[in-house]
Structure formats: C-alpha cells, structure tokens
C-alpha cells in the first residue's frame, strides 16, 4: 500500500492530491526516467549513489532538474519521516509536464515525484524459476541501458507477462544467445567459490550488483569474473541467483529445463547483504 504522504516538485502533499494530466509527456513517448531505493529501520541505503544514478538518467533524456543532489537527498528522508517508515521502498519519477504534445518536448519542464511504500526485506528467503524471455535484447547501440528509462520496463513488462506457467520471472538473452538480466535484476552464476556475472553492456550496471562485486565478494573471499555468458553454458553452473534494490538477493532454483541446487554459497552473499543494510552503510552517507 503506498503511503499518504508524496513529495512533489518541492513539498510533501497527500499521494491522493498528485494529479497526472493525460497529455503528459512520459505516457505518449516514454521519456521518464526513474530510480527505487531501500529504507531498512528507518535509514536509507546507498541514497547517494542511487540520486546520482537518477541524475545521470534524467540528464541523459535532457531532463533538467532544479535540485541538487543535496536536495534529493533531503527530499528522500523527509518523505521517510512523513510517512514514518521503516523498512520501505522509495520510488523517484522524473519526467516531462505536458506543455508540449509532441514527441519534442519543446519548452517542457520536467517534474520530479517521489513516494514511498512499506517494503519488508526478502532477501534469501526463497529461490525463483526463470524461462527465457520470447523478447530478445537489442545491442547497446540501439538503447541506453544504463539509464533507468520507462522504455527499458516496457519491455520487462511485455515479456513477464507472457512468461510461461509456473516460472517466476524470465532471463533476457542478447540477440547473439548470451545472457543479459532478469526482468529488473542482474543475474550471478557460482563455480565453487567462485561468481561470474554477465558484462552490463546490455544490462543496468546495478547498484546491487556493485555492491556484491565491490564489498561483498573481498569480505567472503569470492573470486568474481564479469564476462559474456552464452545461454548454452549456464547448465554448466553449481548455482545462480538474482539481485535487485527491491529484490535484494534472490536465488534461481532453475532456468527453463536448467535445475539448481541450493547453495552455501549463495546463502552467504544474502546473510552478508543482510548485515550490509541493516549495518553502518545503511546510514545516510
């Protein structure tokens, strides 16, 4: 249930009082962009690197934002006081008024919208079953996957809508069969004590995904390899997990025939993740 309290262009007003017109920009030409950060015991986890990836996003689509950083930041933990929250998660929207109907967006002026919902912390306590996606990714020529755009999710959306019965979510592969993401979660193979990760050249470079790569894997002594992964290899792997800011770290029981067992290895990263957010790095940085 999202809370009663939004933050708009500026100021906390009630979520039922955020009006939409129909001629905004975003619905016709997909020029929002957007970002989602977690809250565990009321504290913000890497809000930092998550404005400034929204940031990137929106300067990327030519959006111009009157807040700093700073104000962002500001904004994110007041919105968590208003609605006194917890563990939450917090969605930022940037995206164009409907000053111009046209796919130009001349004289546009772009908005910024935040609000937030309870979000319970997941990580580890169960595993998904992934089918490969019908929709293939385009190479990165042809799209800015670094960005967090609503035209990315659309995508993600048309393609978990069709997945197939009794799977969870689905893997996109690249046009040439090599691994890419989940719907909205990078995706980890493990070989012994050891992780490989699809590049992120036709996948969100996750801030999750850092994390696991910059912070957890010294601390758990975990080799680490980003590499292309074709499709036919990943049954080759002891095991594979997802991980997301709302997903956290979710293990992948199967892909489409592919079956994985459990993992040790896989239970660390969450356990370690777990006391990663609920630690000193969970705290405004």
């Known amino acids: 249930m999202i809370s009663e309290i939004a933050w708009v262009d500026g ?3 009630r979520f ?3 009006s939409l017109s129909p001629a905004t920009h975003g619905l016709s030409y997909a020029t929002s962009v957007f ?3 977690r809250t565990y015991g009321g504290s913000i ?3 930092d690197d998550h404005i400034a990836r929204l940031r990137r996003s929106a300067e ?3 959006h111009t934002l009157q807040y700093s950083n700073a104000d962002l930041a500001d904004a994110c933990h007041e919105l968590v006081r208003a609605n006194d929250l917890a563990d939450a998660y917090i969605k930022c929207l940037v995206f164009y008024d409907d000053t111009d109907v046209s796919f130009k967006a001349q004289g546009s002026s772009s908005k910024v ?3 937030a919902l309870p979000f319970p912390s997941n990580s580890g306590a169960e595993q998904y079953r992934l089918s490969t996606a019908t929709w293939r990714r385009a190479p990165a020529s042809c799209h800015p996957y670094q960005a967090k755009t609503s035209s990315t999710y659309a995508l993600s959306y048309l393609s978990h809508r069709g997945r197939a019965d ?3 979510d689905v893997l996109f592969l690249s046009t040439a069969d090599a691994v890419c993401e989940s719907s909205g979660s990078n995706v980890f193979f493990v070989e012994g004590d050891a992780l490989f990760t699809p590049t992120a050249e036709l996948a969100l470079d996750g801030i999750t995904r850092r994390v696991i790569i910059d912070e957890l894997c010294p601390r758990l002594k975990l080799s680490i390899t980003e590499r292309d992964i074709a499709y036919d290899e990943i049954g080759a792997f002891d095991a594979a997990f997802l991980c997301g800011t709302a997903i956290e770290i979710m293990g992948i029981s199967g892909i489409d025939e592919i079956r ?3 993992s040790a290895v896989v239970d660390a990263i969450a356990t370690e993740y777990r006391h990663l957010t609920r630690g000193r790095s969970a705290t405004r940085q």
């Open 16 to 18: 039922d009082e955020v």
């Open 60 to 62: 990327l689509f030519g």
């Open 260 to 262: 994985y067992a459990k």
């Open 45 to 47: 986890f890497k809000c």
């Open 166 to 168: 009794g799977y969870d």
């Open 11 to 13: 100021r906390c007003v």
């Open 113 to 115: 919208v935040l609000f």
């Open 35 to 37: 970002d989602g950060i």
